[in-house]
């Protein structure tokens, strides 16, 4: 039987604010929740200061070990607003005002409350392709593997709805959660640890939570293969059917 088809891409979050605190980021669980979907595997994601040269080390990084990046943050109207100088640089392009994005930006606004601020998101490098913002006007745009989208998540969402259309997808994820419910971690670990060297083609994870003063676990399998996603949970159910029988003999 054929493997499933990978793709794979890493995410970049762009901004002090996120750094310090001050902003809670929303938009890397949604990216990652999105994507997985669609069959593309977030494997990896940063998030780095507005230093120009840290985006550009990180971009630099991630665009060859992944079929796409998608960056958040930092494409607004301020001079704290640097992601795009930052690809241009990474990509060893000019970057300047697009026509294009001038010609939208007259939609929405006069010629004269076309301030300089504003102006300044029409700054798109070279060869790159729009993204559209359904939102605010001012587009993300795509250059080579690099999705460059907005910080703010109503406004970054609808960017990623449009930005999916020209990705290439794979096989999607297959998630099966298995309710282990009191039985401990520190039981079933070495036998879920058995469990999961026997079935290689799946990834198997447990989650525990804290509620209402008791401890409870989650048993996640993931995988792109229906058959080998259903052993394995099988096999979880079974070991944990095997713990439930040993509790009532006591």
């Known amino acids: ?78 001079h704290d607003d640097i992601t795009a100088d930052a690809v241009a640089r990474a990509f060893g392009v000019p970057i300047g005002e697009d026509p294009r994005v001038i010609a939208a930006m007259l939609q929405r606004y006069a010629t004269g409350d076309l301030t300089p601020a504003r102006r300044r998101m029409a700054r798109i490098p070279a060869t790159a392709e729009l993204i559209e913002n359904p939102v605010s006007i001012a587009p993300g745009f795509r250059i080579g593997n690099v999705y460059v989208m907005a910080g703010v998540p109503a406004v970054m969402q609808a960017m990623l709805d449009f930005a999916v259309k020209s990705m290439k997808t794979g096989a999607a994820m297959r998630v099966e959660t298995i309710e282990a419910g009191g039985v401990p971690e520190g039981r079933y670990g070495d036998p879920l640890g058995a469990i999961a060297a026997a079935n290689p083609d799946v990834s198997i994870g447990s989650y525990p939570s804290y509620k209402d003063g008791r401890f409870n676990n989650q048993i996640v399998v993931r995988g792109k293969d229906e058959r080998a996603v259903a052993a394995a949970k099988a096999a979880v159910e079974a070991m944990l059917a095997e713990f439930s029988r040993d509790a009532a003999a006591r």
């Open 1 to 78: 039987m054929d493997k499933p088809t990978t793709v794979t891409a890493a995410v970049l979050v762009i901004g002090d604010e996120i750094l310090s605190g001050r902003t809670k980021d929303r938009n890397l669980g949604y990216i990652a929740e999105y994507l997985t979907k669609i069959g593309v595997d977030v494997k990896e994601a940063r998030v780095v200061p507005d230093i120009e040269e840290e985006i550009v080390a990180a971009i630099n990084a991630l665009r060859p070990r992944y079929d796409y990046v998608v960056t958040t943050g930092g494409i607004g109207p301020t």
